[in-house]
């Protein structure tokens, strides 16, 4: 009986927060894309739907702080094992991908 409630409770903030954001996003669009964009305005159901697609796309809302945490730990622990000749190949695959900025920094840090 009480993980029912527990379920409910999270499933009913849940609800709530999603109405909230939908009409925070709808009320945003509505405000600013006819004006800055010539726009037309969107339903909440539309702006539901926006917050989906951004979820779908930009994976956001994680809400929960330092993300990416595991993924710099194991770019760390990859970057302490490799030999300084692996990392600086790895420095230039980047500035070739990344452009040229990228190939200023690395050699100024190295000299």
Known sequence: MRRVRRVLK???IAILAAAVFGFFVMSLWNWLGPAVFGLRAITFWQALGLLVLSKI???GFRGRPGFGGHWRQRMDERWQ??????REKFRQGMARRCGHR???EGQSSTQ
């Open 10 to 12: 999270i499933g009913m």
């Open 57 to 59: 796309l930009f994976g």
């Open 81 to 86: 094992q490799m030999t300084p000749e692996e």
């Open 102 to 104: 990228l190939a200023e």
